[in-house]
């Protein structure tokens, strides 16, 4: 999943853009408010990290403005402004969710996965999908409770169908759940990710819609590679 940390301390910065990695999120990190309108105009971000102290501006300002155009992406505001007076400011003023600095990485992580599951409207942690299931904390898949091995971009970009199943996803959408802005990126490196999935998890379990992109295929389409599913022969 694409995560836009919008944080001017370089350190702070630095910390939770390497510790969201290694839990398989994909960071890209602005630090004034004008980078970050440019940033959610350029990336399709699942979620946003936002200080409010930063260089031009208080945070919440770029919050209210894009809850006012009708910008609903979850936001969780991370900043020392620990008054009660604040948290009850940043929730009124649009904000998901408020954590204050110092935090616990394993607690930002549960909170942006909570955003995240609220956003797609779950109750669960565990996203199923027929006989698949995919555990976001623990990076797991498993089919019929069998454990499939995917690395873990095929991880990522199973998670980016999940979290919407009934929506197409362009091609642009999946590489910025796949890759940050300054990324280099080969062409074909979505449809060789596709095609790995298709094979470990059967050949209908991403469609393509043609000059659209993709989207999740029936949860009858999915299997354990080498096995039969509904309506083969």
Not at 30 to 38: G, I
Not at 190 to 216: A, D, F, M, Q
Request: glycine residues 8%; charged residues 25%; without cysteine.
């Amino acid at each position: 999943m694409h995560v836009l940390l919008i944080e001017d301390d370089p350190l702070v910065a630095s910390g939770i853009r390497t510790g969201l990695i290694t839990f398989d999120f994909v960071v890209d990190h602005v630090s004034t408010l004008k980078a970050a309108r440019q940033a959610l105009k350029t990336v399709s971000s699942d979620v946003v990290i936002l200080d409010r102290g930063l260089p031009d501006g208080d945070g919440l300002q770029l919050l209210a403005e894009w809850r006012d155009q009708g910008i609903d992406v979850p936001v969780l505001v991370l900043t020392a402004r620990d008054a009660v007076r604040d948290r009850v400011d940043g929730l009124q003023g649009g904000a998901d969710d408020y954590l204050v600095k110092p935090f616990d990485l394993d607690e930002l992580v549960a909170r942006l996965h909570a955003l995240l599951r609220r956003a797609a409207g779950r109750s669960s942690g565990i996203i199923t999908h027929g006989a698949l299931a995919l555990d976001p904390t623990a990076r797991e898949v498993y089919v019929n409770e069998q454990l499939i091995m995917l690395s873990r971009r095929e991880i990522v970009l199973l998670e980016a169908f999940l979290q919407s199943p009934r929506s197409v996803l362009s091609a642009d959408q999946l590489k910025d759940s796949l890759y940050g802005m300054n990324d280099d990126v080969a062409s074909n490196v979505l449809n060789v990710h596709i095609h790995h999935l298709r094979r470990k998890l059967g050949s209908g379990v991403i469609e393509t819609v043609r000059g659209l992109g993709y989207r999740l295929g029936k949860p009858e389409a999915v299997h354990v590679a080498g096995t039969p599913f509904k309506g083969q022969l």
